[in-house]
């Protein structure tokens, strides 16, 4: 059963991780997609250094830094460089619904890298979503996809990628653990990049550097604590499910916040990018309790002695004997 500390604790991470698409559209533009990645990861790895001793963060093991650098590269590196790029240019709502499929390419490298059983609801599930995926790229762009969609396509990608590596740490480390890996990694990594764009962190205003600290510190650093301390303690289904809603509540703030307002193609594309990415989720966990039906266990010859005798003796009061008489 899931608890009320555990679901809000989600919640509040799924408002975090939705708000931080327009906050991206804010810094952006002006600290310039290298400079926000570059703050944004040095806030969010002091702020987890921070709580290390809190939090008990051990040194990782020599074995996993090779995979501890793959998945920073990917899940911090490029889908922050990537997504900040294309933000510049795609609205914070459309890029969330993109962005919400990256589950399809886990999925991917999950069958590939790690034989995972792909079955039919699945396949099924992500022609679904890619559908929709397609539906919301060409809503603004028409027949031509433009550049700044395909880097948005690119930072689902390598979103996608970082999950199953993740996976793989995580089955040794904790939740919180992995995630300060990672971002002090995806720092380290980001950092030489920083002369790029230099000139525009110098001259960016305090509501970009306070959108890039809020972006640290919230969505990123508070978002992995929280998000470790919900999934440890909901069921997977119920964990899960939470994540699509982050598409529709980035698409709200965004029009709160931006005055964004969103397609009705980009908005029905988006409903069928999460059907789908429910089902290729959810699908084979709910088709196996379809096929699993609750089964009654046949009365032994001692239950149905003793039902005989209660039957035979209807004058005898019993307490709930219906429901004790097998």
């Not at 990861?41 to 008990?56: E, G, K, M, Y």
């Not at 962005?99 to 039919?120: H, M, N, Y």
């Not at 594309?269 to 609750?294: K, L």
Request: some cysteine.
């Amino acid at each position: 059963m899931t608890s009320k500390r555990a679901l809000a604790a989600g919640l509040v991470v799924v408002l975090l991780w939705a708000s931080a698409f327009p906050a991206i559209r804010v810094a952006a533009p002006e600290l310039g997609p290298v400079g926000l990645s570059a703050v944004r990861l040095i806030v969010a790895a002091v702020a987890l250094l921070a709580l290390a001793p809190t939090t008990r963060i051990r040194l990782p093991e020599r074995r996993d830094l090779a995979l501890i650098v793959g998945a920073a590269f990917f899940g911090m590196t490029a889908y922050q460089l990537l997504l900040n790029t294309g933000e510049l240019f795609v609205p914070a709502g459309t890029a969330s619904i993109i962005v919400a499929a990256a589950p399809l390419v886990s999925v991917g490298i999950a069958a590939l890298a790690f034989s995972e059983r792909v079955s039919r609801i699945r396949l099924i599930g992500s022609a679904v979503a890619i559908g929709g995926v397609c539906a919301v790229c060409l809503a603004r762009a028409g027949l031509s996809l433009t550049s700044a969609v395909w880097i948005i396509v690119a930072a689902m990608i390598v979103q996608g990628i970082y999950h199953p590596l993740s996976r793989v740490l995580l089955r040794r480390y904790s939740a919180t653990e992995v995630a300060t890996y990672a971002m002090i990694a995806g720092t380290v990594m980001t950092i030489p990049f920083v002369p790029i764009d230099w000139p525009q962190l110098v001259s960016a205003s305090s509501g970009a550097w306070l959108a890039a600290a809020y972006l640290g510190l919230l969505p990123s650093a508070l978002g992995f604590v929280l998000w470790g301390y919900a999934v440890a303690r909901m069921p997977v289904v119920a964990s899960t499910s939470l994540l699509y809603l982050v598409p529709a509540v980035a698409v709200m703030i965004s029009f709160v916040w931006l005055g964004e307002i969103p397609l009705p193609s980009e908005l029905i594309g988006g409903v069928v990018v999460i059907m789908g990415v429910a089902a290729v989720s959810q699908g084979d966990r709910i088709m196996t309790r379809i096929s699993r039906p609750g089964r009654r266990l046949p009365p032994t010859p001692h239950r149905g002695r003793t039902a005989s005798r209660r039957r035979s003796v209807p004058s005898l009061p019993r307490h709930g004997g219906d429901r004790s008489g097998g």
